[in-house]
């Protein structure tokens, strides 16, 4: 391509995408500013790569901007579709990170998620379609306020199993694919993942599986849960049976984990079997326990969490400073986390901190909330927190009935709007009840509209007296027709 240079005027006019410049920013993340008069874009334009623009490191390639080229057009789709993936890979990046997971790990599993971040894009371009139909280029943002909340939501669905969900994207010819490296010897240049599974699949030269496979077929686990595991984290193919999972399986017993329960453990968090128990599970836990988590308790903890031995202790001490900081008790704090310690995979900047704050601006009590209902502190604020509190205002409940709600019944930001709030409020309305019986029993959305409410209140209803909600809802059956056969008697 013969080497042109732009006119001087329009070079004048290239911005950067970005409101705070480039020096953030990959150099491909420049774009011609809006304020061009239409009829330069009828110009074949080129933006020297060696042209520095705010501090942008030199190019080496030329970039043709020319309308009506489809080649030149074609090139700028593809630099910019180049650019929105290391956007997305990016944020993936960072959320894993946020996560827990070490940087290293992070990098490893993004840079082998080629279909996820491809599905990363897709969900860009449906988000933002009437700016990519305006030609308009996205910010990073703009990438991140459409990308972290559903990040967000798949980790709160599928927990530790979004890492798989990341590496083994729906692909169409993943089974092909999968059936074909098994029937075919695997050459030197095999992905070390192929390798890992070839390794826990085929049988020694004397005709026997692996020492791996055979302990943990008697473990209790299938053997293509194994592959699974392997496909997960491919390092626990390699891992030495006497050395690394027998003492781990050990340990668990002693802790009071049934045996039946240990195959899911290890499926859940396999690098659980490559952590040194001296120097890592073992101190972690005696830290734990100084801080309150019940030691009695380790078998329900483990099952329900297994990553939480598997955190850096900078991050769990980061995550208990915040307790502690938001005014919960020290000798709380352990059973905040015996509880739910899926708090631990908590961002404390992106989550818990910014969670807190928003609690409180509606009247919460931040401290008092995360040590009953832990869980609302892992929900996206704007795509669940706020719809819930406007739900409620636009039904004319102040904020400060919110915030009571709230300190009331923890869980209610956790609810699905269609199916529990709309259709259990709309249910209310047919009742009788002055709206502040809810502020007063914001527990009525937690029972079951079909099986609770509805009959307990034909039943009262046939009965010709009428009951609080708390007294409608709360009681067991038998304290429920005690109570009615006493109104009854008293009419």
Not at 338 to 348: E, F, G, K, Q
Request: aromatic share 8%.
């Amino acid at each position: 391509m013969t080497s042109l240079k732009a006119p001087a005027s329009l070079n004048r006019r290239v911005t950067p995408c970005h409101p705070r410049g480039c020096q953030r920013l990959p150099p491909w993340r420049l774009i011609l500013s809006p304020s061009f008069p239409s009829s330069s874009c009828r110009l074949c334009i080129l933006i020297s790569r060696q042209l520095t623009i705010c501090n942008a490191q030199s190019y080496t390639d030329d970039l043709w901007l020319a309308s009506g080229s489809a080649q030149s057009s074609t090139a700028v789709r593809s630099r910019l579709l180049a650019a929105e993936r290391e956007e997305a890979k990016a944020v993936l990046s960072l959320f894993l990170r946020q996560k827990g997971l070490r940087s290293i790990l992070a990098a490893r599993i993004v840079n082998k998620a080629d279909g996820f971040i491809e599905h990363l894009v897709s969900k860009l371009h449906v988000t933002y379609r009437s700016r990519y139909a305006e030609g308009r280029e996205l910010s990073t943002p703009e990438i991140r306020d459409a990308l972290i909340p559903y990040l967000e939501a798949l980790s709160k669905e599928h927990g530790d199993g979004l890492v798989e969900v990341v590496e083994n994207f729906p692909d169409p010819f993943a089974m092909e694919r999968e059936a074909m490296s098994s029937s075919m010897p695997l050459t030197p240049t095999s992905s070390n993942k192929h390798k890992a599974i070839a390794r826990v699949s085929t049988p020694t030269s004397g005709g026997a599986l692996p020492e791996l496979v055979v302990y943990l077929l008697d473990l209790g686990m299938e053997h293509e849960e194994i592959k699974n595991v392997v496909r997960k984290f491919p390092a626990f193919a390699y891992y030495n049976v006497d050395r690394k999972i027998k003492p781990l399986v050990a340990l668990l017993l002693e802790l009071g984990v049934p045996r039946s329960s240990i195959p899911g453990i290890i499926k859940k968090r396999p690098q659980l079997c490559g952590i040194s128990m001296s120097d890592n599970l073992k101190p972690m836990m005696t830290y734990l326990e100084n801080i309150g988590v019940n030691k009695d308790q380790w078998s329900k903890v483990l099952s329900r969490f297994p990553a939480l031995l598997t955190y850096s202790r900078q991050k769990v001490e980061t995550t208990v400073s915040f307790l502690t900081e938001l005014g919960v008790p020290k000798e709380n704090v352990g059973k905040i986390l015996t509880r739910c310690p899926h708090i631990m995979s908590y961002s404390v900047s992106d989550n818990l901190r910014p969670t807190a704050e928003y609690f409180q601006s509606i009247g919460a009590d931040a401290a008092s909330l995360i040590q009953k209902s832990p869980q609302a502190f892992g929900l996206n604020i704007e795509a669940k927190l706020k719809p819930i509190t406007e739900f409620f205002l636009e039904r004319d409940f102040s904020i400060e009935e919110i915030g009571i709600m709230v300190n009331r019944f923890g869980i209610i930001h956790t609810l699905s709007m269609e199916d529990n709030l709309l259709p259990k409020y709309e249910y209310f309305l047919t009742m009788g009840y002055p709206r502040n019986e809810l502020v007063k029993f914001p527990q009525y959305f937690g029972y079951s509209l079909e099986q609770r409410i509805k009959p307990r209140y034909a039943r009262m209803i046939d009965c010709g007296v009428r009951l609080i909600l708390n007294q409608l809802l709360s009681v067991t059956d038998s304290r429920f027709e005690d109570i009615l056969q006493k109104r009854m008697d008293g009419i």
